[in-house]
């Protein structure tokens, strides 16, 4: 489609296709959400509007799905129940090994193990934690269960009958939730971390045997002084996820 006229020019990312020529005002809002929006670790306590976050789950919702079963459902915890939840989780993390509804990767390998710690790395660098010391990265893997301070959590489940293709859609879902939350101002992290003690999740939120969960989104306003949030993980390049078969 070509940009209409009188349109903002769209500035192209810097993993754009060689030769990329501008298209569209509504492809330049995308890349900037996309090239912008980032895993927030540090939130302040403030409580969003309802209408906000409602927009947030309007814009997710048109979220495509395998023959449109459309499987997500959020349950959205804030407040005292919050609370709850975070002082059950740090009491059972401390005495359960995980079990998670969806088995952990087996293993990361190659390019996947040196991102992955090339992106902890880049964090405990950011936090001022030394590599080796086990104590202050303990503390910071912590956070996870205390939401990072956020005031909102989000537990993102799937309906157990659909398997790998309802979590597959679930992942689409979280993606486009937290794009949409950037493009209001609202910070956002997916945590895989929160789904390792369903049981908990299950005991505290009520929710049924019946949904796989499949992680956690942690939302509110950022806490823009906290130096966690001033850390920003690297993409490849786009020419290395391709493989052309012309």
Known sequence: ??????????????DSPPGAAPDSTAFNALSDLLHTRYSCRAFLPTPLPRST????????????SWCNAQPWRLTIASG?????????????V??????????????????????????????????????????????QAAQNFAMFGAPHLAIVTSDEA?????????????????????????GSVAQAALAAYPAVLREVLDI?????????????????????????TARADWSGSVDWKD
Do not use: K
């Open 94 to 139: 401390a005495a359960t090994a995980p079990h998670p509804d969806l088995p952990w990767p087996r293993e990361y390998r190659g390019v996947y193990q040196d991102r992955r710690r090339e992106c902890g790395w880049g964090l405990y660098e950011a936090l001022g934690i030394a590599r080796g010391d086990r104590e202050a990265s303990a503390r």
């Open 80 to 92: 005292a129940t919050l609370q709850r939840l975070r002082n059950a989780l740090q009491a059972h």
């Open 1 to 14: 489609m070509a940009a209409a006229s009188g349109s903002t020019p769209v500035h192209l990312g810097p």
């Open 53 to 64: 976050i409602e927009h947030m789950l309007a814009a997710a919702q048109r979220t495509a």
């Open 208 to 232: 049924g045997a019946d949904r796989t969960i499949v992680c956690g989104i942690s939302f509110g306003m950022a806490d823009l002084a906290h130096p966690a949030n001033r850390f920003r």
């Open 162 to 186: 659909l398997g790998v293709y309802g979590a597959v859609d679930c992942g689409a879902y979280v993606g486009n939730f937290m794009l949409a939350a950037h493009s209001l101002g609202v």
